[in-house]
């Protein structure tokens, strides 16, 4: 069966990779993200993918967004993907407005995203929500304090959807991915205006890897999809309400 996937922040990094795995699978693939220029980029890539401009902050173009990718048959997959760095902000370095953006982009735009994959997947009694965390929700030294929060914040929400959604046969999982080769301080520090400086954080210290990292070294955006892949499969019909890390084993230490 051809699936009707979405997938936010797929105009790079992590969200890219997955959308190019659904893609080559045969299934309908639908991308969202702020960035026009990633967009068209992606689309010459994945020519069969139907891209959208949306600001998953915006509760409107994320209804509008599923209801493109839901179309006639339904939503099958719904990834929530599109995220914000904080640079490794500390509380003193943690402005409100700071504070604001990376809540209003990691955790109530996932919000937006997990209601209206809700909403349509409901009265189908289907479907399959995957929200990306991060290690950040659960280890204090992975991230910023804002960033950190957004992604524990993911985890609690994913706990409590699949509650609600599992009578109906709709499952909700994290996958946090640990230091991930992608463009992610790079984007963000566009996204953020040079309030930050991006270039912080164990993400940009290979030398602290081997101490924190069993695997000893980052990990591929590929990685993180194989796992995202699973999930969103029949494999995958009895797991829900989790946390599945990708980070080479620093969960553990
Ligand atoms: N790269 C890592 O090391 C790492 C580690 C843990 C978790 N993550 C998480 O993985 C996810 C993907 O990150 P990535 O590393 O691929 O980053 P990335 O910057 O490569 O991709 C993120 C995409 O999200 C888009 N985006 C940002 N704000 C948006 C908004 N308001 N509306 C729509 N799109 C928006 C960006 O334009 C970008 O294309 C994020 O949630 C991130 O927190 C990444």
Not at 7 to 27: E, H, Q, Y
Not at 59 to 64: G, T
Not at 180 to 195: C, F, H, P, V, W
Request: net charge negative; glycine share 14%; proline share 2%.
């Amino acid at each position: 069966m051809v699936r009707r996937v979405a997938i936010t922040g797929a105009g790079s990094g992590i969200g890219l990779a997955v959308a190019r795995a659904f893609a080559a699978a045969g299934d309908e693939v639908f991308i969202g993200d702020i960035s026009e220029e990633r967009l068209e980029a992606t689309k010459a890539t994945i020519p069969t993918a139907t891209i959208s401009r949306l600001d998953v902050t915006d509760f409107d173009q994320m209804s509008a967004f599923g209801v493109t990718a839901a179309g006639t048959q339904g939503l099958d997959v719904f990834i929530n993907n599109a995220g914000v760095f904080d640079a490794y902000a500390s509380i003193t370095e943690t402005t409100v407005d700071l504070w604001q953006r990376i809540i209003g982009v990691n955790l109530t735009g996932y919000f937006h995203g997990c209601k209206v994959a809700a909403q349509l997947m409901l009265p189908n009694k289907r479907g399959r929500i995957i929200n990306v965390g991060s290690v950040a929700g659960q280890r204090g030294a992975a991230d910023g304090l804002s960033y950190s929060a957004s992604k524990a914040g993911i985890e609690g929400m994913t706990r409590r959807l699949a509650i609600d959604l599992g009578p109906a046969g709709i499952t909700a999982n994290v996958v946090a991915p640990g230091v991930t080769a992608t463009d992610i301080r790079k984007n963000s520090g566009e996204q953020l205006g040079g309030m930050l400086d991006m270039n912080r954080g164990i993400g940009a210290s290979p030398e602290l890897w081997d101490f924190l990292i069993p695997a000893r070294r980052g990990g591929t955006a590929d990685e993180v999809a194989a796992v995202i892949e699973f999930l969103a499969s029949e494999k995958a019909s009895y797991v829900t309400g989790q946390v599945i890390h990708v980070d080479g084993g620093w969960s553990a230490t």
